[in-house]
């Protein structure tokens, strides 16, 4: 017995071992690999546009857990119905789904090619009609177990609308491109015998359910048709999303089959049920065959995709998708040019504008058509229907981007928030697919169309909203509601507070809800509605009554008025019982300490004075990780979550714009990257990317206002179309040393202040930075 036991010691320790090795070798040999994506393959395409050429899309799709970004390489077109990337599968095993968008840096087998996923989150859906190439012929364990292709990083590429990976076990070069809702797929094999196709189509993104699967081959036409019902991380909480698809190959098919489950059957046109899918095989006449797939997607019927696929993609070749696509990118990354960064900062800075429009997503057909939030299908006639909303994220830095540099899709998306309260009862608060899925907490609808209407995004039903969030902010949605509204808002609104002993994530919300009326409040004033706009208002300062003075926290406050214990430094994620975090949301009291950034001067005089808050958010930035987060994030600044990611602007308004300047610098300079870590945490949907891209020009938003606090610019120049009007940011006197700010002028007016107002630059203008190496108070 104690040999054995020393026998699996040893086991075990060289496991580990190999396992750590393998871990460091992947460190150093991926950080040097990832930025190779501009010496392409031979066979592979080339960007042809400048700014095209800044994007890496390989940024931010490895690391751990909770500090991976969960990018994806994959093309799609902005905000495309259809994201088209592949799936891998581990180092070590077979195992899919470390990343939620299907696709890990660290792993090196690829098991095919699915057509869609969310981007950026922590939520696992998507993954539809996998498509893998293989050299025949192919064995009954194929289906039941997947094909796992071996692939190096040194034979893959990517560039906004385009992918393409060598996998030398199936002597296929595999390159992809995208139109809006048509994946565009070309395999060519080289001296492959009996080429194949599978197409997976009840696959899902970490192997979530799926069901009601059905498909049929239609070899006259070249083509496939059918459905899948999925029930991924946010669809399975509205009874799963259906997804139709048509697929249409370029060559007669040699000989199909379909499978369910365990069993294949050779010559069977229709296959029904749970776990299935199709191989067509095809002719190899020569030493390359190469094979062109489109398959279009809908949400609404197989007619609609095909309709979809005709409209898109039918007369068009590979090549020519191809072009399109980086011409589309290539107009919306030249909303913004910059210049005067260096090469690593210009790679950084476009691969996050490229993130910014990867989600929402148009919801809608060529024909118009959606499913909206009431599970019927409706016609958007004047706009694009958009979901995949990831609002608790995305109100505090992407949308408010949006109200500058794409304001009609801006509009576009406010409209469908309209849509989704009319159609299913209440504003959504991440919306996704067809549905709600309740994900986070607070009402960040609210903060976003506040925030698009105060800086002036018109064309929908304002009143319309405002009525919605006002419903939602002064009692509870009914018992078994789709939408769950304020969880806790009776509490609320009777103690002034949410009481801990009443709710969880107490003091999340009751921070939450406070920002969420303070924003409501704006738009009833905008609005001329005086009355409501003192009411809520009074709520916005309701934060204040979780505030302890005694230990200076937002702390967990029972409905009888006690404080509850809890430890600042205690991470949710680490507390595993919740003991003593139940009441904060994602993160350490001490990083929601700091989540007041609509009220600055108020939060500031809970401290008792200046000195006393710029010397404990100092130290929250002092203690920091000074790299991008490993394997967890640490209780102080954490650049990985949204709580605290505003908290370097707070400097400002406690007269200190020296330290805002110092550690916005710091986070631009140490928490993003052009390695596959990239991010310190989940982009959310573009979120942190956004945050890069208003801090590195030189000012932030305050989401639910009009106020933008200024930074200091982190390039010489930097001009901003905005729908037509263009915004130039000047940095004079610029170099690596001179990131702390002497003046600040406006169009020629020095301002001496540490903001600005959106309607200050909304027509365009000249903001000035004067800046120095030593750090000045102005």
Not at 188 to 207: C, D, E, M, Q
Not at 571 to 589: C, F, H, V, W
Not at 733 to 762: D, M, P, Q
Request: aromatic share 14%; charged share 25%.
């Amino acid at each position: 017995m104690k040999n054995f036991l020393l026998l699996l010691l040893k086991v075990v320790g060289i496991i580990l071992l190999t396992g750590i090795l393998l871990a460091i070798g992947y460190r150093i040999k991926y950080k040097t690999v990832v930025n190779a994506r501009q010496k392409p393959m031979q066979e592979a395409a080339a960007p042809v546009y400048p700014l095209i050429k800044e994007v890496n899309p390989f940024i931010g799709t490895g690391s751990f857990h909770l500090t991976t970004a969960y990018n994806y390489p994959g093309p799609s077109l902005p905000f495309g119905m259809l994201r088209l990337s592949p799936e891998t599968a581990s180092i070590f095993s077979n195992t899919r789904g470390k990343s939620t968008s299907g696709y890990f840096y660290g792993d090196n087998k690829i098991c095919g090619f699915s057509h869609t996923r969310l981007s950026g989150t922590g939520a696992t859906d998507g993954g539809h009609f996998l498509v893998t190439p293989v050299k025949g012929p192919v064995g009954a364990k194929v289906y039941t177990q997947g094909k796992f292709s071996r692939f190096s990083h040194r034979n893959e590429i990517a560039f906004p609308g385009y992918y393409a990976v060598k996998l030398p076990g199936e002597k296929v070069f595999v390159e992809l491109t995208a139109t809006e809702r048509v994946g565009i797929h070309r395999y060519t094999f080289t001296r492959a015998k009996n080429p194949h196709i599978l197409i997976y189509v009840s696959n899902t993104i970490g192997n979530r359910k799926s069901g009601e699967g059905e498909a049929r081959i239609l070899p006259e036409k070249n083509e496939i048709e059918g459905s899948i019902l999925t029930f991924g991380t946010f669809a399975k909480r509205y009874g799963g999303i259906k997804v139709y698809f048509v697929a249409r190959f370029n060559r007669k098919f040699k000989n199909s089959g379909t499978w369910k489950g365990k069993e294949f059957i050779h010559g069977q046109p229709i296959v029904k049920g749970k776990d299935i899918g199709v191989d067509i095989g095809f002719d190899s006449p020569g030493d390359e065959t190469e094979i062109i797939l489109k398959l279009a997607v809908s949400h609404v019927s197989i007619k609609n995709a095909r309709e979809n696929l005709e409209r898109e993609a039918a007369s068009l070749s590979f090549n020519d998708v191809l072009v399109s696509a980086q011409q589309k990118w290539e107009k919306k990354l030249s909303w913004i040019k910059i210049s005067g960064a260096t090469d690593e900062q210009k790679e950084i800075f476009y691969t996050a504008l490229y993130r910014t429009f990867q989600m929402p997503t148009v919801f809608t057909d060529v024909n118009g058509e959606y499913v909206g939030f009431d599970k019927k299908v409706h016609r958007a006639d004047s706009f694009r229907y958009f979901t995949d909303l990831s609002l608790w994220d995305t109100f505090r830095t992407l949308h408010p981007l949006y109200n500058l540099i794409a304001q009609d899709d801006q509009c576009d998306m406010m409209i469908s928030l309209v849509k989704m309260a009319e159609q299913g009862g209440w504003l959504p608060r991440w919306p996704s697919g067809y549905g709600y899925t309740g994900s986070m907490l607070g009402t960040p609808a609210d903060i976003t169309i506040a925030d698009a209407w105060l800086k002036g995004i018109r064309g929908f039903d304002v009143e319309f909203a405002y009525q919605s969030m006002r419903t939602t902010a002064l009692g509870p949605t009914p018992k078994g509601a789709e939408f769950p509204g304020r969880r806790g808002i009776e509490s609320y609104l009777k103690h002034h507070y949410c009481a801990a002993d009443e709710m969880d994530e107490s003091v999340s919300k009751t921070l939450e809800y406070s920002w969420a009326d303070f924003a409501i409040s704006r738009l009833a004033k905008a609005l001329g509605k005086e009355e409501d706009a003192a009411l809520f208002f009074k709520h916005s300062r309701y934060y204040r009554n979780t505030w302890n003075p005694e230990t200076k926290y937002f702390q967990p406050r029972n409905a009888d008025g006690s404080f509850e214990e809890i430890k600042p430094l205690l991470l949710t994620y680490l507390d595993r019982k919740e003991k003593y975090t139940d009441d904060y949301t994602e993160g350490s009291a001490l990083q929601w300490r700091w989540a007041v950034p609509f009220d600055p001067q108020g939060l500031i005089s809970l401290f008792g004075s200046r000195d006393y808050f710029v010397k404990e958010l100092n130290d929250f930035f002092e203690k920091s990780h000074p790299r991008l987060a490993e394997v967890n994030p640490r209780p102080y600044y954490w650049h990985g979550n949204e709580p605290d990611i505003h908290a370097a602007y707070l400097f400002n308004e406690a007269g200190r714009p020296d330290l805002t300047q110092k550690w916005v610098r710091w986070i631009l300079d140490h928490k993003y990257s052009t390695t596959y870590e990239g991010l310190d945490g989940n982009d959310d949907g573009g979120t942190l990317s956004a945050w890069y891209i208003f801090s590195s020009m030189g000012f932030y938003p305050i989401a639910g206002s009009d106020i933008y606090q200024l930074g200091a610019p982190l390039f010489e120049k930097a001009e901003i179309n905005m729908n037509g009007k263009k915004l130039t940011v000047l940095a004079r006197n610029y170099s690596t040393e001179n990131f702390y700010v002497k003046k600040v002028s406006l169009n020629g007016t020095i301002l001496k202040r540490s903001w600005i107002k959106h309607a200050e630059i909304a027509d365009g203008g000249l903001l000035e930075f004067e800046m120095t190496s030593t750090p000045d108070i102005y």
